[in-house]
């Protein structure tokens, strides 16, 4: 639980950080798709950096230097100690009953809408199902389905443009973005930038859409008259797109802004210099090889073995390690990842964390691995090298 609330803080500071740059340098532009795209990357983007890890030593260090992670449990449960990890099942419980209740809301709008579109009368085209509803909702689109109220089905011009609207909803999958973005809302529902990206998201939507209709020759300012005529009071919907979603005056604002231009397009490369700074401050760990006057080998034909293999090095790893009490107390487990190189003569040397979890534990690693017994030495070419080394031990409160 520990290790995802920090994943949750990690990977909203880099949502936060996406979505100030596009405030500070996208947002008044009318590229209007290419900043959909941008918001939906970017909170991807943001998703994964935290749960990505590099090691960084000069020269990436290979995979197969990575020992097999090592687990060190503690059998610690709520019925034995209710004070040590109290907190932990509160935190948990909290964000369990958020993530239901979200699932509810998509279950029960989800229900809603499938009632509406098995309700109506249905008149298929080649690109998607029109339903005639008798509800009293304004025009909507929910991916290929377009519903719109029957008594308003007359075939007039300010009709026609409520349609080609909602067929550029359909024609460019938003209901997709909205679903996607709804169900990472729902797993991520502590984080508050995403609701500020959904709603971006759905402004985005609006633009792009009033765009291409306006530029489908519809006139402008009879478009503009059947914007305002649709504007009703209404909660906006988890998933569909309301042909009246957007703010009625910052749409019109949007529709009479003065196209971008192609030096606009320059400001999206300063993502670029974002994006790698958070995944240096996120999912790079230093390595430091104080080599001195030995060469280090960082992929010897022959890598070190500690006695007699991986089983023995588990053994003594598990017979030798404690569980910080500190740790334990405050609830606290994780993977700690230890690098360390192995002389030409097997002795473990520059023992140091390169990921680490809490001060108590770091320290708990350093001195397991620091007290190691003599490994058999990696070969390179015939000849006894110096190795580096990188050791994960997992340390879990519960089997």
Request: with cysteine; net charge neutral.
């Given at each position: 639980?520990?290790?995802?609330?920090?994943?949750?803080?990690?990977?909203?500071?880099?949502?936060?950080?996406?979505?100030?740059?596009?405030?500070?340098?996208?947002?008044?532009?009318?590229?209007?798709?290419?900043?959909?795209?941008?918001?939906?990357?970017?909170?991807?983007?943001?998703?994964?950096?935290?749960?990505?890890?590099?090691?960084?030593?000069?020269?990436?260090?290979?995979?197969?230097?990575?020992?097999?992670?090592?687990?060190?449990?503690?059998?610690?449960?709520?019925?034995?100690?209710?004070?040590?990890?109290?907190?932990?099942?509160?935190?948990?419980?909290?964000?369990?009953?958020?993530?239901?209740?979200?699932?509810?809301?998509?279950?029960?709008?989800?229900?809603?809408?499938?009632?509406?579109?098995?309700?109506?009368?249905?008149?298929?085209?080649?690109?998607?199902?029109?339903?005639?509803?008798?509800?009293?909702?304004?025009?909507?689109?929910?991916?290929?389905?377009?519903?719109?109220?029957?008594?308003?089905?007359?075939?007039?011009?300010?009709?026609?443009?409520?349609?080609?609207?909602?067929?550029?909803?359909?024609?460019?999958?938003?209901?997709?973005?909205?679903?996607?973005?709804?169900?990472?809302?729902?797993?991520?529902?502590?984080?508050?930038?995403?609701?500020?990206?959904?709603?971006?998201?759905?402004e985005n939507h609006e633009f792009a859409v009033d765009q291409a209709v306006?530029?489908?020759?519809?006139?402008?300012?009879?478009?503009?008259?059947?914007?305002?005529?649709?504007?009703?009071?209404?909660?906006?919907?988890?998933?569909?797109?309301?042909?009246?979603?957007?703010?009625?005056?910052?749409?019109?604002?949007?529709?009479?802004?003065?196209?971008?231009?192609?030096?606009?397009?320059?400001?999206?490369?300063?993502?670029?210099?974002?994006?790698?700074?958070?995944?240096?401050?996120?999912?790079?760990?230093?390595?430091?090889?104080?080599?001195?006057?030995?060469?280090?080998?960082?992929?010897?034909?022959?890598?070190?073995?500690?006695?007699?293999?991986?089983?023995?090095?588990?053994?003594?790893?598990?017979?030798?390690?404690?569980?910080?009490?500190?740790?334990?107390?405050?609830?606290?487990?994780?993977?700690?990842?230890?690098?360390?190189?192995?002389?030409?003569?097997?002795?473990?040397?520059?023992?140091?964390?390169?990921?680490?979890?809490?001060?108590?534990?770091?320290?708990?690693?350093?001195?397991?691995?620091?007290?190691?017994?003599?490994?058999?030495?990696?070969?390179?070419?015939?000849?006894?090298?110096?190795?580096?080394?990188?050791?994960?031990?997992?340390?879990?409160?519960?089997?």
């Amino acid at each position: 639980m520990i290790d995802f609330l920090w994943y949750l803080l990690e990977s909203t500071i880099c949502m936060g950080l996406f979505y100030g740059l596009y405030r500070l340098l996208f947002q008044q532009t009318t590229l209007f798709n290419l900043n959909r795209f941008y918001l939906l990357a970017s909170t991807l983007a943001a998703l994964s950096i935290p749960a990505i890890e590099f090691n960084v030593a000069g020269e990436m260090i290979s995979y197969e230097q990575y020992l097999a992670p090592v687990r060190i449990s503690v059998d610690q449960t709520f019925a034995t100690n209710p004070g040590n990890n109290a907190w932990i099942w509160v935190i948990g419980g909290i964000y369990s009953i958020g993530v239901l209740w979200r699932l509810y809301r998509l279950w029960a709008e989800t229900i809603r809408i499938r009632k509406i579109i098995s309700q109506g009368k249905k008149i298929q085209a080649p690109n998607h199902t029109l339903v005639l509803t008798t509800e009293n909702i304004p025009a909507f689109s929910f991916f290929h389905w377009l519903i719109i109220r029957e008594s308003e089905w007359n075939g007039s011009d300010a009709q026609q443009q409520v349609i080609d609207h909602e067929l550029v909803h359909i024609r460019q999958y938003h209901s997709l973005d909205n679903l996607v973005l709804q169900l990472i809302h729902i797993f991520c529902w502590p984080n508050p930038v995403l609701s500020l990206i959904r709603k971006a998201i759905k402004e985005n939507h609006e633009f792009a859409v009033d765009q291409a209709v306006i530029h489908a020759n519809h006139n402008r300012e009879s478009y503009i008259d059947t914007l305002i005529h649709e504007v009703i009071h209404h909660n906006p919907s988890l998933l569909i797109n309301y042909f009246n979603h957007a703010k009625i005056k910052r749409r019109i604002m949007m529709i009479h802004q003065k196209r971008s231009g192609r030096k606009a397009l320059v400001n999206y490369l300063t993502v670029l210099p974002l994006a790698g700074l958070m995944t240096l401050a996120f999912s790079c760990s230093q390595t430091e090889l104080e080599q001195g006057p030995v060469q280090v080998m960082k992929d010897p034909q022959t890598y070190p073995q500690f006695q007699d293999g991986q089983e023995s090095l588990i053994k003594y790893l598990t017979e030798n390690i404690t569980y910080p009490l500190a740790a334990k107390d405050a609830g606290i487990e994780g993977t700690v990842i230890v690098g360390f190189i192995v002389d030409e003569k097997g002795n473990v040397q520059d023992v140091r964390i390169e990921r680490g979890v809490h001060e108590t534990i770091d320290e708990s690693a350093i001195a397991v691995v620091s007290s190691m017994p003599k490994w058999k030495a990696g070969e390179h070419e015939g000849k006894a090298v110096s190795t580096a080394m990188v050791l994960p031990i997992k340390y879990k409160l519960s089997n």
